[in-house]
């Protein structure tokens, strides 16, 4: 897609109907991450549309193309006993990159957090991800200097 072209960008949540359009995207993010774990379409599904689905997913559709997703969940208590709302993976198909398509999952993500009373949009990025740092850091996001993230693998 050429960045000087005007595309109009869809934002909505994901459908049962768009797994098959995610899992394609999944596969781009695992090959992004070089992992050889390929996405599976029952999956995906059960996350997001079992019950109960483990996560949201806003998509932003460029025409029929998808050109990214971020997905996230709710997290309580935050401050006080409000939740929080925690995006897990912001991606943006390299095809899509630098054409707003980012910024328009954020402020919708921050709109939806809004609705639903949260008092935070929390979220992580990969230390070596230095351009989604730079991403960050240019919506205004400071890292927070404060917390330790931790993980524990299960499998």
């Known amino acids: 897609m050429c960045h000087s072209e005007t595309v109009t960008i869809r934002i909505e949540p994901a459908r ?3 797994v098959d359009a995610i899992v394609g995207l999944l596969a781009e993010l695992a090959e992004f991450y070089g992992t050889d774990v390929p996405p599976k379409a029952d999956e995906t599904a059960d996350a997001l549309f079992g019950d109960p689905p483990v996560a949201t997913v806003l998509l932003a ?6 050109a990214g997703m971020a997905s996230y969940t709710y997290l309580w208590p935050s401050i006080g006993t409000t939740r929080s709302l925690f995006l897990k993976e912001l991606y ?23 609705e639903r009373g949260c008092s935070r949009v929390e979220w992580t990025t990969e230390r070596s991800n230095t351009s989604a ?23």
Do not use: C, E, I, N
């Open 16 to 18: 049962p109907v768009d």
């Open 133 to 155: 740092q730079r991403f960050y850091a240019d919506l205004g996001a400071a890292v927070h200097p404060t917390k330790v993230f931790y993980r524990t693998d299960l499998r």
């Open 92 to 114: 943006v198909a390299a095809a899509h990159r630098h054409s707003g398509v980012g910024r328009r999952l954020m402020a919708a993500l921050f709109d939806v957090a809004a």
């Open 61 to 66: 559709w460029a025409g029929a193309d998808l």
